[in-house]
DNA sequence: TAAATTAGCTTACAGTTGTAAGCTGAAATT
DNA sequence: AATTTCAGCTTACAACTGTAAGCTAATTTA
């Protein structure tokens, strides 16, 4: 057996048990290392052996949905591409996305306003990264100056984010109802920063 | 002594207890029934005489919060009434309301995506408080068709919310530019909403 | 093949938590 | 004045936490 491959699956076990932990009533903070070995199936002390601490693990999983979150982003690039309004089909990606890896989108809620700084500050690096990308697409397509495209990126994923929060508790109906309200949103936005632009 | 007076004099002490350990480090579950306790100079005990759980001193931290809320939404109309921008003068209300009341903010921010349920069930009914009262507000200032307005205001608290949440990690100076731009933001929505109830 | 490394284990400990049981003394009621 | 009520107390306990110390067995290296 090779020792380094059994070492990386652990650690892919713990990971995968923290995540499974995260449902609508655990965050970060209030999992504790002793739980997260349990359900990985190791004993606690074993942890040790593959983070300092339980808040480098959390800094991993803020990573892993990080990176999750721009993997969606080009989805939704794909699927433009293939037809379909850009916003429209944006917003049904998105929540498509939340519903299936909800306790991935919920980390990244919990943790931007939590209680550790140093994930707040990931949290925030990563949607950073969502706000470069989608002000660059903004600008490309539709010429808008900079500063607009900034503003009007930066505004629509503030909503998007918010919207998204409050989909994880909602129903499928309710659902359905927050993203065409939100599509409507957007496009308010959108339009503003056009008659911004012009002014 | 009037017992009925010191009883509610205790009880304000565990209020204002729980209300400074929620520092940026501390949410509500966090915080423990014994630590409430020391800091309010009581017996951990003695806890139990005014409140059932934790929880339920945590949903009246919230209600408290609520109402600060309404009482700053009070003060900017007054503002607006004595001149200034709308828009301007509410960011600028708000933008000091949360750096003065820093902690009853991140309450509010903090278990609105919090594992409580019941937590972000009341920090919504809060949220909807003002989402009605700025609708109202809206349609009767604007003359907006009554689901736009709705819509309007929906996206502006979330906005408004959002890059609250930015600000209260954020220097002073990045405070005035987090507002600067939250006005402009707040611009597009207004803009775009008119542009949509034309149509 | 012998020696070194190491992932995971067991045991252990001190610190914290929520809360049950029951006492006390002062305020309120009769 | 006698009785009842009750806010706050002390003591106690079982459950949980993070993590230190040190063993084991299997893989890797020499």
Do not use: C, W
Request: aromatic letters at 6%.
């Amino acid at each position: 057996m090779n020792r380094q491959l059994q070492k990386l699956r652990t650690r892919r076990s713990i990971i995968d048990a923290a995540f499974s932990l995260l449902d609508e009533q655990r965050s970060l903070s209030s999992v504790s290392l002793r739980e997260v070995a349990r359900v990985a199936g190791i004993a606690p002390t074993s942890f040790y052996r593959h983070f300092k601490d339980i808040d480098e693990l959390g800094l991993t999983l803020v990573d892993e949905a990080g990176l999750a979150l721009r993997q969606l982003m080009r989805q939704a690039r794909l699927r433009i591409a293939s037809g379909g309004g850009v916003i429209s089909t944006s917003v049904d990606t998105f929540m498509e996305f939340i519903s299936e890896n909800s306790n991935v989108f919920r980390l990244l809620l919990r943790e931007h306003t939590g209680t550790s700084l140093a994930f707040r500050a990931a949290v925030l690096r990563e949607i950073q990264h969502f706000n470069v990308e989608l002000t660059d697409y903004t600008k490309s397509t539709t010429g808008l100056p900079l500063f607009i495209a900034n503003l009007q990126a930066e505004a629509m994923v503030k909503l998007v984010f918010s919207t998204g929060a409050e989909a994880l508790d909602a129903s499928p109906e309710l659902k359905k109802n927050l993203a065409e309200r939100l599509k409507l949103q957007l496009r308010f936005i959108a339009n503003g920063a056009i008659k911004a632009a012009v002014n």
